[in-house]
């Protein structure tokens, strides 16, 4: 027995580690079956420790002040344990029969032998060294003065059961192994609540307990008379075979009326004592039910030792064993089936992780290559309105109205800039935002419905929300907005007054395009040459001719300085054959015309420049500065041109790009959703099967106790 017993309980290990597994608690199927599995393993334990025992064991338990401790002082024929009105024993004492003559106890803390007159002290509850409830005082008392005791039967007394709500507990500690439980009640109430609530949890945990009920203290019916004494013996004895065979179902009820008694158990103590004297009337009846009841729990220990130790507890085993069998067999149908649809429920995940990765991938490149496209369309719907604008550049300068004094010009400039700079702006915006918002919308509408059709393919995946999870924008403006003021930063403007018949003027008139390169000619041969003497003379000179600007940049002062410098490089020709050649000719014009005509001349000359220089007031002078900045702003939008284009290209991409990206992220929660389900499946797969082949074990193992038992039954003729 002890082998097998051995082997029993690794089998019982492995299978509460089995039972207590996450999947048997998570399913619901299973509830039920962990439950009653667990509380038969409980039991099938409880067997274990019994038949592996060398003794037997038997609990005293009843409410407080019952009589428990009378009762094995009676059995023992001697006052041993603490006893009296109320609450006496507040521990647990267990008496061991010895070979030794002289008793003994051991505390739980220490391992000394102790005087056994102290176990008075220790578990009275009247005393101040009185130990925990839950504690257990070993009393070891010499087989020579107790008959009972030298079977190797062990007694038990604990604390009345209405006195600590740890009653799981005790049964747990002390009661788990007892071979008989001896239920001490009050003769002069019924059975209580609290007496039936602890049997019924003993019942739970334990395998067929043996039951002794004594209902102690029937000595108080002795004032009674006959009638009454029967009527209420037999009610009491009625209740509690209803509760035994009806609530619990241990015995028939003809084996539990013979397991009833009703005694005195004071009385008894007396008797064997030597203190009979003063009893009360009927004790002789009493006392010979309580012999009778010594009587049969002696031969319940020994003569049908066997049978009441294996008999009950091999029975119930096998019924356990086909119990665990039929729990494992659905455990293993159960974690298959749950493994199958786990790997189709993966199946199914994983086809649309792909379909959603493959869709994705599909929507991103489409619509990189749309936004490319819109952003050319961008670039050229701003360069073509703008290249508008510089056409109507004269209108929109002309349009400036703001009063214009030279000494404040740079004010004037800058409020020029700035209506400039607004009107081109506003301009930019009437022509491009409409073209471009439409553009605009109808791509990003484009986006959400396809998002939105892919979410809602995979709805039932639960990968995310149906719609997509991103604020959008009401609408997009591009920045049209062109920097004037830095643009025209290098603008300056030429104001001084220059004669329409003027040398300069005339020159510009008669050479047109020459005339440029005529200047630069000049301008190149002014300057001094490497490696000529600095005279001071040269120098003033060269200080003053300035160098040579670009065409419709040059002032007045500059262009005067330019005719002397004509004027004195032309000097040395009238010492030729050439000059010689002039001055006749220039002679004979005089001679021709006359002074007469040479002065009227000069003086319409001179009163066509004193006409024109009354003219050149300060509205004439901002004409001529709008025309010049209007020429310098042409050239300087012209170079920008390609650029604003290629700006508000690129913050449409951006934008469009960014909106794509967010639509994309909320794919990608989704894409992480089914990620972390196939994981958690795959998981459950290898739980599942783990859970199949631990079950299967477990059953083969189960079977083999099952052999084993009905072998034991078989041996022992056991049915």
């Not at 019942?203 to 108080?220: G, V």
């Not at 490696?531 to 001719?545: E, F, I």
Request: aromatic content about 8%; some cysteine; glycine content about 4%.
């Amino acid at each position: 027995v002890s082998t097998q017993s051995t082997g029993f309980k690794v089998f019982l290990e492995e299978m509460d580690e089995f039972i207590g597994s996450s999947f048997i608690k998570e399913s619901n199927d299973l509830h039920g079956e962990h439950l009653d599995t667990q509380n038969m393993l409980g039991q099938i334990e409880s067997i274990v420790q019994i038949v592996d025992r060398d003794h037997m064991k038997v609990a005293f338990f009843g409410r407080t002040s019952n009589g428990k401790s009378t009762v094995i002082n009676s059995m023992l024929r001697d006052q041993i344990l603490p006893s009296g009105i109320g609450h006496t024993t507040n521990c647990f004492l267990s008496i061991t029969g010895v070979d030794v003559q002289e008793p003994y106890l051991l505390r739980p803390d220490s391992p000394d032998k102790k005087n056994a007159q102290s176990i008075k002290r220790l578990s009275n509850s009247l005393s101040k060294e009185c130990l925990d409830p839950n504690a257990i005082v070993r009393l070891y008392w010499p087989k020579t003065k107790c008959a009972l005791i030298r079977d190797e039967v062990v007694l038990v007394d604990s604390p009345g059961i209405d006195m600590s709500p740890d009653v799981d507990g005790w049964i747990d500690t002390h009661c788990q192994d007892a071979d008989v439980f001896v239920l001490v009640a009050n003769s002069e109430s019924t059975l209580m609540h609290s007496e039936k609530s602890f049997f019924k949890r003993v019942n739970a945990k334990l395998s067929q307990p043996n039951i002794f009920i004594l209902n102690n203290r029937w000595d108080c019916s002795a004032g009674e008379d006959t009638a009454t004494r029967d009527e209420v013996r037999s009610q009491h004895q009625d209740r509690t075979i209803e509760f035994i065979v009806d609530e619990l179902g241990l015995m028939t009820r003809k084996e539990t009326s013979e397991r009833i008694f009703f005694i005195s158990a004071k009385e008894a103590l007396k008797i064997r004592m030597g203190q009979a004297a003063d009893l009360a009337q009927g004790w002789e009846e009493r006392y010979k039910e309580f012999e009778e009841f010594e009587t049969k729990f002696e031969n319940c220990l020994s003569a049908s030792a066997i049978n009441t130790k294996f008999h009950s507890h091999a029975l119930r085993g096998r019924d356990i064993a086909n119990s665990l069998n039929e729990s494992l067999t659905k455990i293993e149908e159960l974690s298959f089936n749950y493994r199958k649809k786990c790997e189709e429920e993966k199946k199914i995940k994983e086809s649309q992780l792909n379909f959603v990765l493959e869709e994705s991938a599909a929507i991103k490149k489409y619509f990189k290559q749309k936004i490319e496209s819109v952003g050319s369309h961008v670039e050229e719907l701003v360069t073509d309105a703008l290249r508008e604008e510089i056409l109507r550049l004269s209108n929109t300068v002309d349009s400036f109205s703001y009063p214009f004094q030279k000494d404040y010009i740079n004010k004037y400039k800058s409020e020029l800039e700035n209506h400039l700079e607004e009107h081109l702006g506003r301009n930019l915006m009437d022509r491009c935002h409409t073209r471009i918002s439409k553009v605009y919308e109808e791509i990003k509408n484009e986006m959400c419905g396809r998002i939105q059709q892919l979410m809602e393919i995979n709805k039932s995946a639960a990968i995310g929300p149906s719609q997509p999870a991103i604020e959008m924008q009401s609408s997009f403006e591009p920045i049209y907005q062109i920097d004037c003021q830095s643009l025209f930063m290098g603008f300056q403007s030429h104001l001084t007054f220059q004669f329409s018949f003027g040398p300069t003027a005339m020159a510009r008139r008669f050479l047109g395009p020459r005339y440029s390169l005529f200047l630069q000619t000049l301008g190149e041969s002014s300057s001094p040459t490497p490696g000529s003497n600095n005279r001071p003379n040269d120098n003033r000179r060269a200080a003053s001719v300035p160098s040579i600007a670009a065409p419709g940049t040059i002032s007045a002062a500059g262009e005067e300085n330019i005719m002397l410098v004509i004027a004195t490089q032309l000097l040395p020709v009238f010492n030729s054959k050439t000059a010689i050649t002039a001055t006749a000719v220039i002679a004979g014009v005089y001679n021709l015309v006359g002074w007469r005509i040479i002065a009227a001349s000069g003086a319409v000359y001179v009163s066509l420049y004193g006409y024109e220089r009354l003219k050149y007031t300060e509205r004439a002078m901002e004409r001529r500065y709008k025309q010049q900045f209007c020429d310098y702003a042409s050239v300087k939008l012209h170079d920008i041109v390609t650029y604003t284009g290629n700006c508000c290209s690129t913050q449409v991409q951006r934008d469009l790009s960014s909106t794509l990206s967010r639509l994309l992220s909320s794919i990608n929660g989704g894409v992480n959703v089914l990620k972390t389900q196939i994981e958690t499946l795959t998981a459950e797969i290898s739980r599942s099967k783990q859970i199949y082949e631990t079950a299967t074990s477990n059953r083969i193992q189960n079977d083999h106790c099952r052999s084993e038992l009905e072998h034991f039954l078989k041996l022992f003729s056991i049915t």
